[in-house]
């Protein structure tokens, strides 16, 4: 999960190392194989085009077990060609990978050097090599080099000291020095800075968010935010992980320390005093620390008066695998199938277990995911009802209704199962689309940002079939047009219309209510703005109040100003959300501007 902070695509050259003598061994390779698939496709969550190296050690003791060179490369090329990242391998012809074996190094080892020389080869290749680039900004990439390896000015109360982040505004009196802006008639210096920062953040050269509050940080070494974040996220105990604090900590805040460490997975502000506060390198940034984690969904917030936090990664050393209350029996129960957009094979709309069984699912997408809902949930449900997160489950709820259990298993693992726990929403037509709404809206705001290359597609049970799901919006798609369209179902062939009619509760009303309780109008400023009008939508829903939002509210194909008006037109109240945001944005609006949702 923190490597997705640091990930630069655009100046990647990956090496996948693996165990040569486990590929040899018949009662280990299975094990082995999959291991490499999976990682395999965790590079191609990211970087679907970046070059990737396979390299396989312990290659003298695995020819000593009756296995040739040319066999494992084709056991690799058989069983991971289906992966997207696949193709991108540098080869080491005539074989799909490089054979190396450590105890003779760099100097004994032939295969060794032409890795060394395929690594350098492959990094030329890469587009970020051949970018022009002002000069200007090369002369402040060679400032903060130097100031990185050198040391200068004073960083985490030491003269003298390497730096390892600097404030913009100190980065903005290097870019003028190095004679930014190259045009400022046509780029003021500020603008042209952001620029180049996002620029250096995509090699990997820097880590600048460009996200309120984080804006001013801009970290020279990534290994910084590494090493800050594994003060919080590792095995607590396993001691090559103890730090000197960790005693202290301990003693001094001894419930906060075991709520930390022995399963809660849950972090108190105090403790931070002790992991990042009392570190030279870290004094100072635990806010800023604190908010980056939360942006990757490393953190999420617990309500209450208590201000505290769930660490997701850390559910996995020790957390409930069940929560406190389970479902009744015949919940409805809907599946989010997770794969790779470049994935050769691709199902249909029909899904048995087996194709289900295919695909791809990051326990950090997951992690990701579950935090997202436990933080929309503790927004939206008011004190009677506590969201609980475990190493493989979430159970949340959009407001006071649609409480919904979201679980991880083995058995499928690239899917979510989500499971209703209100038996009043099992019934009538789209009292639960609500809640498959929010969870695919959740997927686009948390999950599509840091896993460009994921996929996904919320499935619905087949009436009448054991193990057979439908894909929602091939559904949705079939209805919306004349219903007629057949699905064939093990040959037979069944309408969208009776399909449709059968999973209602899972999807939107077939048409617009007649009248709606509020209409909500707001400016689009994603800061700000749209979030919390989308948690108002999900409290007036909870309390039966139908409401218009044009996000939720709009389907595909429609009019959007007609559709508005009507809206409008046949609403008991229209909401206005004014914040400073859209007041900003008001005074520089002009006939060109994109459209604003806020009414004038």
Same mark, same amino acid.
């Given at each position: 999960?923190?490597?997705?902070?640091?990930?630069?695509?655009?100046?990647?050259?990956?090496?996948?190392v693996?165990?040569?003598?486990?590929?040899?061994?018949?009662?280990?390779? +299975?094990? =082995?194989?999959?291991?490499?698939?999976?990682?395999?496709?965790?590079?191609?969550?990211?970087?679907?085009?970046?070059?990737?190296l396979?390299?396989?050690?312990?290659?003298?003791?695995?020819?000593?077990?009756?296995?040739?060179?040319?066999?494992?490369?084709?056991?690799?090329?058989?069983?991971?060609?289906?992966?997207?990242?696949?193709?991108?391998?540098?080869?080491?012809?005539?074989? =799909?990978?490089?054979?190396?074996?450590?105890?003779?190094?760099?100097?004994?080892?032939?295969?060794?050097?032409?890795?060394?020389?395929?690594?350098?080869?492959?990094?030329?290749?890469?587009?970020?090599?051949?970018?022009?680039?002002?000069?200007?900004?090369?002369?402040?990439?060679?400032?903060?080099?130097?100031?990185?390896?050198a040391?200068?000015?004073?960083?985490?109360?030491?003269?003298?000291?390497?730096?390892?982040?600097?404030?913009?505004s100190?980065?903005?009196?290097?870019?003028?020095?190095?004679?930014?802006?190259? +045009?400022?008639?046509?780029?003021?210096?500020?603008?042209?800075?952001?620029?180049?920062l &996002?620029?250096?953040?995509?090699?990997?050269?820097? =880590?600048?968010?460009?996200?309120?509050?984080?804006?001013?940080l801009?970290?020279?070494?990534?290994?910084?935010?590494?090493?800050?974040?594994?003060?919080?996220?590792?095995?607590?105990?396993q001691?090559?992980?103890?730090?000197? =604090?960790?005693?202290? &900590?301990?003693?001094?805040?001894?419930?906060?320390?075991?709520?930390?460490?022995?399963?809660?997975?849950?972090?108190?502000?105090v403790?931070?005093?002790?992991?990042w506060?009392?570190?030279?390198?870290?004094?100072?940034?635990?806010?800023?620390?604190?908010?980056?984690?939360?942006?990757?969904?490393?953190?999420?917030?617990?309500?209450?008066?208590?201000?505290?936090?769930?660490?997701?990664?850390?559910?996995?050393?020790?957390?409930?695998?069940?929560?406190?209350?389970?479902?009744?029996?015949?919940?409805?129960?809907?599946?989010?199938?997770?794969?790779?957009?470049?994935?050769?094979?691709?199902?249909?709309?029909?899904?048995?277990?087996? +194709?289900?069984?295919?695909g791809?699912?990051?326990?950090?997408?997951?992690?990701?995911?579950?935090?997202?809902?436990?933080?929309?949930?503790?927004?939206?449900?008011?004190?009677t009802?506590?969201?609980?997160?475990?190493?493989?489950?979430?159970?949340?709820?959009f407001? +006071?209704?649609?409480?919904?259990?979201?679980?991880?298993?083995?058995?499928?693992?690239?899917?979510?199962?989500?499971?209703?726990?209100?038996?009043?929403?099992?019934?009538?037509?789209?009292?639960?689309?609500?809640?498959?709404?929010?969870?695919?809206?959740?997927?686009?705001q948390?999950?599509?940002?840091?896993?460009?290359?994921?996929?996904?597609?919320?499935?619905?049970?087949?009436p009448?079939?054991?193990?057979?799901?439908?894909?929602?919006?091939?559904?949705?798609?079939?209805?919306?047009?004349?219903?007629a369209?057949?699905?064939?179902?093990?040959?037979?062939?069944?309408?969208?219309?009776?399909? &449709?009619?059968?999973?209602?509760?899972?999807?939107?009303?077939?048409?617009?209510?007649?009248?709606?309780?509020?209409?909500?109008?707001?400016?689009?400023?994603p800061?700000?703005?749209?979030?919390?009008?989308?948690?108002?939508?999900?409290?007036?829903f909870?309390?039966?109040?139908?409401?218009?939002?044009?996000?939720?509210?709009?389907?595909?194909?429609?009019?959007?100003?007609?559709?508005?008006?009507?809206?409008?037109?046949?609403?008991?109240?229209?909401?206005?959300?004014?914040?400073?945001?859209?007041?900003r944005?008001?005074?520089?609006?002009?006939?060109?501007?994109g459209?604003?949702?806020?009414?004038?």
């Amino acid at each position: 999960s923190m490597l997705d902070l640091l990930h630069a695509p655009k100046a990647s050259v990956s090496m996948l190392v693996f165990n040569l003598i486990h590929l040899a061994k018949p009662d280990r390779r +299975d094990r =082995c194989i999959t291991q490499l698939r999976l990682q395999l496709d965790s590079f191609a969550v990211h970087a679907s085009t970046a070059p990737l190296l396979l390299v396989g050690t312990r290659r003298a003791e695995a020819l000593t077990l009756g296995v040739t060179l040319e066999s494992l490369s084709g056991v690799l090329e058989s069983e991971l060609k289906h992966s997207p990242a696949f193709k991108h391998v540098v080869r080491n012809a005539p074989l =799909c990978f490089f054979p190396i074996e450590n105890s003779e190094g760099f100097g004994g080892d032939e295969t060794i050097r032409k890795l060394v020389v395929a690594i350098e080869g492959a990094a030329m290749k890469l587009d970020s090599m051949k970018q022009r680039v002002p000069a200007g900004w090369l002369a402040v990439y060679d400032q903060l080099s130097a100031m990185h390896a050198a040391g200068g000015g004073k960083e985490g109360g030491k003269e003298g000291s390497a730096r390892q982040w600097l404030t913009l505004s100190e980065l903005m009196h290097v870019a003028k020095g190095c004679g930014l802006p190259h +045009d400022p008639r046509r780029i003021p210096l500020e603008r042209e800075v952001q620029l180049m920062l &996002a620029y250096f953040h995509s090699l990997g050269a820097v =880590c600048w968010y460009d996200l309120p509050g984080l804006r001013e940080l801009v970290v020279l070494d990534p290994q910084w935010v590494v090493d800050a974040i594994s003060m919080v996220i590792r095995n607590f105990k396993q001691l090559a992980h103890r730090m000197p =604090c960790d005693e202290e &900590a301990a003693r001094e805040c001894e419930d906060e320390w075991a709520q930390l460490t022995e399963g809660s997975a849950r972090l108190h502000p105090v403790l931070l005093d002790h992991l990042w506060e009392s570190n030279e390198r870290f004094k100072g940034q635990s806010s800023k620390l604190l908010q980056l984690m939360g942006h990757f969904g490393l953190v999420v917030p617990i309500r209450g008066a208590e201000r505290a936090y769930i660490v997701p990664p850390l559910l996995s050393l020790g957390a409930a695998n069940n929560p406190s209350v389970l479902p009744p029996r015949g919940a409805p129960v809907a599946k989010l199938h997770f794969s790779l957009k470049q994935q050769s094979k691709r199902p249909g709309a029909l899904m048995k277990a087996a +194709d289900r069984r295919r695909g791809f699912l990051p326990i950090g997408a997951f992690h990701q995911l579950c935090g997202a809902a436990v933080g929309w949930s503790n927004h939206t449900t008011s004190d009677t009802f506590t969201a609980q997160l475990g190493s493989t489950f979430a159970l949340v709820a959009f407001g +006071d209704k649609g409480r919904v259990l979201l679980r991880r298993s083995e058995a499928e693992p690239c899917t979510i199962a989500c499971t209703l726990f209100d038996a009043e929403l099992g019934g009538a037509e789209g009292a639960a689309a609500a809640v498959a709404e929010r969870l695919l809206l959740l997927l686009r705001q948390s999950v599509a940002r840091h896993y460009p290359n994921l996929e996904w597609r919320l499935l619905l049970p087949v009436p009448g079939e054991v193990d057979l799901m439908l894909d929602r919006d091939a559904l949705l798609t079939a209805r919306a047009t004349d219903g007629a369209q057949p699905f064939y179902i093990e040959g037979r062939p069944r309408s969208a219309a009776d399909l &449709a009619a059968e999973l209602g509760v899972w999807l939107p009303p077939s048409q617009p209510p007649e009248a709606y309780d509020a209409f909500l109008s707001y400016s689009h400023v994603p800061e700000f703005d749209m979030p919390f009008t989308a948690m108002l939508h999900d409290c007036l829903f909870a309390r039966d109040l139908t409401t218009f939002l044009d996000t939720r509210s709009l389907r595909r194909g429609e009019a959007l100003d007609l559709s508005c008006l009507l809206a409008m037109a046949n609403s008991r109240v229209i909401v206005l959300v004014v914040t400073w945001n859209a007041l900003r944005r008001m005074t520089s609006l002009t006939a060109s501007s994109g459209l604003d949702y806020l009414l004038l």
